[in-house]
């Protein structure tokens, strides 16, 4: 899998502060899900967007995956022991915190309760069934007054969009759990999403 599959903003040859998010399917009361959090609206970036548990790394991280699980720790309180991790993708670039991003897919093996475990950095903690995301009803484009046209989800009362929407397109299709959808529906970001930094 090349970055290009995943992703029209790719990784500038220097630059770039590293950073990881984990990816996260499990078996959940709806069939397979991935676990989303929200983030706290009084972030600095991106604040109150639904993402994927993640951050920056650490001097002390051995890598993306290490950052992934510790990150998600910290974020959700999940077991990191409860994930097996079975890939890295390639490393993708987030233009407005000018992060290079490693998306690390796991699978719950076995796993544990989470919540919004840092409150001042999460607002609330989701599995979201792989089959909502799929619904053709819930998706949708969104437009940004910067340009950015991409896509987007509306599950479990969120808006989910920008990276996070763009890498579950490209990965819903990628695994042949893509349905067909109406990309003629396209909506402006309400604010205050719609804010230029």
């Known amino acids: ?15 770039g502060r590293e950073s990881a998010v984990l990816v996260l399917l499990g078996l959940g009361g709806d069939g397979p899900d991935l676990l989303l959090i929200e983030r706290a609206a009084d972030m600095r970036s991106h604040a109150g967007q639904p993402a994927f548990p993640g951050g920056a790394l650490d001097p002390g991280d ?26 890295t993708l390639p490393t993708l670039w ?5 992060f290079v ?3 690390v897919l796991g699978w719950w093996r076995n796993p544990s309760p989470v919540h ?9 903690v989701h599995r979201v069934p792989v089959a909502e995301l799929a619904d053709p009803a819930n998706r ?6 910067s340009g950015y046209v991409g896509a ?16 579950l397109d490209r990965l819903l299709a990628l695994a042949g759990w893509e349905l067909a959808w109406d990309r003629a529906r396209v909506e402006p970001l309400p604010p205050p999403l719609n804010q230029v930094s």
Request: hydrophobic share 50%; no cysteine.
């Open 1 to 15: 899998m090349t970055g290009e599959q995943l992703s029209r903003f790719l990784p500038p040859d220097v630059g």
């Open 62 to 87: 051995a890598g993306p995956v290490e950052a992934a699980l510790r990150e998600a720790f910290e974020e959700t309180g999940l077991d990191p022991a409860g994930v097996e991790v079975f890939a």
């Open 94 to 98: 987030l233009p407005p915190s000018g």
């Open 101 to 103: 991003v490693t998306p």
């Open 116 to 124: 919004a475990a840092e409150p001042a950095e999460v607002a609330a």
């Open 140 to 145: 949708l484009l969104v437009t940004h007054p």
């Open 152 to 167: 987007a989800f509306r599950v479990r009362g969120m808006l989910v969009w920008g990276f996070t929407a763009g890498l």
